[in-house]
């Protein structure tokens, strides 16, 4: 079946725009989580969503960084004023929420790569 | 709070060689641990999962690892290794005791076989 997919693949913005990032997990999971991967490093933890709520977003770094699920499916993170240090690429998994909880496997889509000019 | 260390960020091997990637991990509770591997131009799968019983688990394409709870380490192993296995390597974390999901990755080993 498809996989966890992510768009755009790549985007490219200027310092202080906004931008948003798209996540189509895996259908019928109920578990999406956002990473950030920067170059050199292994994914960092960024937010948890449980259905449509945030079960878990520890990880955001500062308040410019927020994420939707609302209808329990798809999910975007948005980034505002943008800064050259949230240059990355933004991983979305999705896993699913039968026993196991945090053993489930966790599917990680292609990523975005985001470049702040 | 949870933190992971893999010690070797690259190997090269010839095929037919032995691998074994290091990775230990801080944390005062009980962990579940994973091997992720990322081939080039691909995302990120599972290569293996521990929660419990056996420390040795075998995963996906021959790979192995152990986990040795006095060591906080969780080596993964392959006895010959192919030209295919090239990619990059991540050991993985969660908190098994407080159910919390998200993963502490380590930085990766990169390994490159040579024909």
């Known amino acids: 079946g498809a996989g966890v997919s992510q768009t755009p693949s790549n985007k490219v913005t200027e310092k202080g725009k906004y931008v948003e990032l798209r996540c189509d997990p895996i259908?019928?999971?109920?578990?999406l989580y956002w990473y950030r991967q920067s170059l050199g490093q292994g994914p960092e933890f960024l937010i948890y969503?449980?259905?449509?709520?945030?079960?878990?977003d520890s990880g955001l770094p500062n308040d410019r960084f927020f994420a939707v699920r609302p209808e329990g499916s798809v999910s975007t993170l948005k980034i505002q004023r943008t800064e050259r240090g949230d240059s990355a690429v933004y991983l979305c998994a999705s896993s699913s929420s039968l026993s196991g909880g945090a053993r489930n496997e966790q599917f990680f889509g292609p990523g975005t790569r985001l470049t702040v000019l | 709070a949870q933190s992971v260390s893999q010690h070797n960020h690259h190997v090269i091997l010839s095929e037919a060689a032995s691998l074994e990637l290091g990775c230990n991990y801080s944390?005062?509770?009980?962990?579940?641990l994973f091997w992720y591997v990322q081939y080039p131009g691909q995302h990120l799968q599972l290569l293996l999962k521990y929660f419990s019983g056996d420390p040795l688990v075998k995963g996906i394409k021959g790979f192995e690892a152990e986990f040795i709870k006095s060591k906080f380490s969780f080596n993964l192993r392959k006895p010959s290794v192919q030209w295919s296995d090239t990619a990059e390597y991540f050991c993985a974390v969660n908190a098994q005791d407080t159910g919390r999901r998200a993963l502490t990755f380590g930085s990766g080993t990169r390994l490159q076989v040579q024909p």
């Open positions: 259908s019928g999971h109920t578990a």
């Open positions: 944390y005062g509770g009980t962990v579940n």
């Open positions: 969503f449980q259905g449509t709520g945030a079960a878990d």
